[in-house]
């Protein structure tokens, strides 16, 4: 009996490790083939074998080397000074407005807040266009500014995650504060920041990640300047018909450069998102 | 139920009637959501009355500097001690003023009827060239009037704080009290009226970018803006709710009214499957990742966590083109002798499916990610009890852990439904709507969603008022369901709790 008990165990483990090793092959194998066709020397588009016959670097050098088409390393700056900036403004705004909503009780604040989640729900597209002409007006079109107006101007709305994480706090410690004549100023840079790192490396890497992956904004605001395109736009551009037989091998290789810092960021949020976010949503 | 017949249920039966109570409470709640609207209703309202009251009552009461400042802004102020205070209000209504002389009122005035003045073509006498003569600019019209309308509301707001700080100052002089001078207010700006300094920044650029093009947008929808009438060479105007009765409209052939409804429909179906197929399959992958007599927990975790991490455009530019007719599939499909599929090109029933599956590897470590920490919540004894009774782990996956995780995670389920609804990356990057062989659909293809339709519209055929209101539409369904979720879940209501 428990000889069968343990076989039927010995089983069943096995069949899961099958699943699992299939299931994780297939989840990795494009990612892998991405990686190994971005040093392929030989052919166009697709070739019809796994491995490659022939590695090379060539097609990352070109992306640096030939740029009278595709500017690669521009692309890649745009997109790095756009995310700074973005970044810079974005974490400020949420910081600010979430410390707001969490830690200062003012008259309509319950308001203030629905008016921020109902805000949320709109699909982004509607007021897309509307942007394109408000900037238009503003004379910020194909400018990287625009970018960056487009990319923070609304960060302030996504307050939820870090407000809860204010909510953690103890209030004890403003209190304590306030007795001891501290400013509600002095309470947010003195007490409150120094104890939220998870929270902003979070908030932080999240902005920052944001620009990399868009391209639909890209798309509107710069139209055919391609000398203001992003990096996400530029590689999207690659694969369009006209370009992708001479450039494919160029995309495989540029959405490596772009995948590897984005990917190792990734994985450090995600430890500050777990830390951040089971300390502000355990209320569920 | 009595609570000590609920004590007698066995840890399985427990777990079934709190399911069973939760989801009976569905309607309670809806009722509640109801009233709680009605109710924010009614507080308005009573509020708008209680701030005329006030408004009157403060005219009637106050002294004559007072009373001036109810025309020349800050004048009560300004003559109360509160210099800076008083130039302040008075530099907003002068700005005010200006704007609206020199710019606001000829959009406001034209805002009725979106300007009337067509644009011309006649021939330069000059140069005997044909030249146009631009009339009226609707759309800048609508655009600036909204604007308008917006600083307006702005200076009602200051204008009625302003006679506030006049009467307060009033009495704080009758009361024998000192005003504040200037550096005591900007100094409280740091302390007492803290919120404001924090929210001014982020209030004003949401304001700007997020709200003005917003109302602009809705406003749209209301208009003839569509491929017909685009500034600056023609007119629009209102129509009402022209827009939406096209949009419900079924007619014969090609036509606004039937792809709204064939796009709703698979709208609707794509956000079922995506969202469960997703839930399902990551948790069933989370629980073998999990058991206790399996190793290499964390190799088998990064396998399947690395795609979330590498950029969606990335993967999916990725996949759309290992998927073309020529990408690297069908090549080795080809090569094994294998007829090839045409995955977007052929029939919709194929380019559905195959959206589904990529959405699944898009997906699914995103539930492993976001479900093992709950999975490992369960009770133990629950499973404990289950096997001394003899239920094999498919049983008890579907007698206790679904159960228990469609009752801890419906908040987390509905969230992923509305992000499914507006899920624009993955068809836009995957099919971009392909394949558009169906000739009844207008500016659509198959595999399109409402929000793809939405930005075709506005890119392709200029229609912006359709798009507009397909954009209301969606904010609709959207918005119910995520307040309903907000409502059912905790954390509004114990914010609290912890402070």
């Known amino acids: ?167 953690t706090i103890p209030r004890a410690l403003d209190e304590a504060a306030t007795i001891d004549g501290a400013t509600r100023n002095e309470i947010f840079w003195k007490i409150i920041l120094p104890m939220s790192k998870p929270i902003i490396v979070y908030t932080v890497l999240t902005s920052f990640i944001g620009p990399w992956c868009d391209f639909i904004l890209v798309k509107i605001i710069m139209g055919d300047k391609r000398d203001n395109f992003t990096v996400a736009m530029g590689l999207r551009k690659m694969t369009e018909k006209e370009y992708k037989q001479n450039y494919f091998k160029q995309f495989l290789a540029g959405s490596v450069l772009v995948a590897i810092p984005i990917t190792v960021l990734f994985m450090k949020m995600q430890n500050y998102y777990v830390e951040g976010v089971t300390a502000g949503g355990v209320k569920g | 139920m009595t609570f000590i017949e609920y004590k ?9 009637y709190k399911v069973g ?88 005035n034209k805002f009725d009827t979106l300007g009337t003045v067509k644009t011309t073509q006649t021939i330069n006498p000059d140069t005997g ?51 504040l001078t200037l550096k005591e207010e900007l100094a409280d700006f740091l302390d007492g009226k803290y919120h404001v300094t924090m929210l001014s920044l982020p209030v004003l650029l949401i304001s700007v970018f997020t709200i003005l093009p917003l109302a602009f947008m809705i406003l749209i929808a209301f208009t ?29 052939g090609a036509s ?23 839930y399902l399959v990551g948790m069933i992958l989370a629980l073998m990742i999990n058991k206790k007599s399996i190793k290499f927990k964390s190799l088998w975790r990064t396998m399947f966590v690395i795609t979330v991490a590498v950029p969606q455009f990335v993967s999916l530019l990725l996949m759309n083109q290992m998927l073309q007719d020529d990408g690297v599939v069908n090549v080795i499909l080809e090569r094994m002798g294998m007829q090839p599929i045409s995955f977007f090109n052929s029939t919709a029933f194929v380019a559905r499916v195959t959206v589904i599956v990529i959405n699944m590897w898009v997906g699914v470590p995103y539930t492993i990610l976001q479900t093992t920490g709950i999975l490992l919540n369960i009770p133990e004894d629950l499973y404990e009890s289950a096997r001394i009774d003899g239920a094999t782990p498919v ?54 969603l409402l929000v793809t339709w939405l930005f075709k519209l506005t890119m392709n055929s200029n229609d912006y008022n359709t798009a507009a209101a397909v954009g209301i539409l969606v904010f609709i369904v959207c918005a119910t369901l995520s307040l309903i979720t907000f409502n059912l879940s905790k954390s509004s209501r114990n914010e609290e709790e912890f402070s």
Not at chain 1, 72 to 101: G, K
Not at chain 2, 154 to 161: D, N, P, Q, S, T
């Open chain 1, 1 to 167: 009996m428990i000889k069968s008990y343990k076989l039927s165990r010995t089983i069943s483990d096995i069949v899961i490790y099958v699943v699992l090793g299939g299931l994780g092959l297939l989840w990795v194998s494009p990612l892998v083939w991405l990686v190994l066709h971005s040093f392929r020397k030989e052919g166009g588009v697709s070739v019809p074998y796994v491995f490659p016959k022939e590695y090379t670097l060539d097609n990352y050098l070109d992306l640096f080397t030939k740029t009278e088409v595709f500017d690669y390393p521009r692309w890649f700056l745009n997109t790095f000074v756009v995310a700074v900036f973005a970044c810079i403004i974005s974490t400020l705004s949420v910081l600010m407005v979430s410390y707001a909503f969490s830690r200062l009780r003012f008259k309509s604040r319950k308001t203030f807040i629905n008016i921020g989640m109902v805000l949320g729900m709109f699909p982004g597209f509607m007021t897309m266009i509307a942007l394109y002409y408000l900037l238009k007006a503003m004379n910020l079109t194909q400018t990287l500014p625009a970018l960056v107006i487009c990319y923070s101007s609304g960060a302030g709305l996504g307050f939820a995650i870090s407000k809860g994480f204010f909510d």
């Open chain 2, 8 to 16: 007698a249920l066995s840890p399985a039966d427990k777990v079934k």
């Open chain 2, 21 to 108: 109570e939760f989801f009976s409470q569905i309607p309670n709640k809806l009722s509640v959501f109801g009233k709680t609207i009605a109710n924010f209703f009614k507080n308005l309202i009573a509020k708008i009355i209680a701030g005329f009251k006030g408004y009157g009552s403060r005219f009637a009461n106050g002294d004559m500097a007072t009373k001036i400042s109810y025309i020349v802004m800050g004048f009560g102020n300004f003559t109360r001690g509160q210099v800076g205070k008083g130039l302040a209000f008075l530099a907003a209504e002068i700005l005010y003023f200006i704007y609206m002389a020199n710019f606001g009122l000829a959009y406001l």
């Open chain 2, 129 to 179: 060239r044909p030249m146009s003569v631009y009339g009226d600019n609707s759309m800048l019209i609508l655009l600036y009037g909204t604007l308008t309308i917006l600083i307006t509301f702005v200076l009602i707001g200051i204008y009625v704080a302003n006679t506030k700080a006049a009467y307060e100052a009033e009495l704080a002089l009758k009361a024998g009290k000192k005003n």
């Open chain 2, 224 to 252: 003839s803006y569509d491929g017909q009438h685009t500034p600056p060479g023609n007119l629009f105007t209102w129509v009402g709710l022209e827009t939406f009765r096209n949009v419900f409209k079924v007619t014969e």
């Open chain 2, 256 to 278: 606004k009214g039937y792809t709204f409804v064939s796009l709703t429909k698979w709208t609707i179906i794509w956000a079922i499957f995506a969202t469960f197929s997703n």
């Open chain 2, 395 to 448: 049983v008890q996956f579907f007698q206790i852990t679904l159960p228990y995780m469609l009752f801890v995670t419906t908040p987390y389920l509905i969230q992923s439904f509305v992000g499914n609804i507006n899920n624009f990356n993955v068809i836009y990057l995957l099919t971009d709507g392909g394949p558009s062989k169906n000739p009844n659909l207008y500016q659509a293809g198959e595999t399109d």
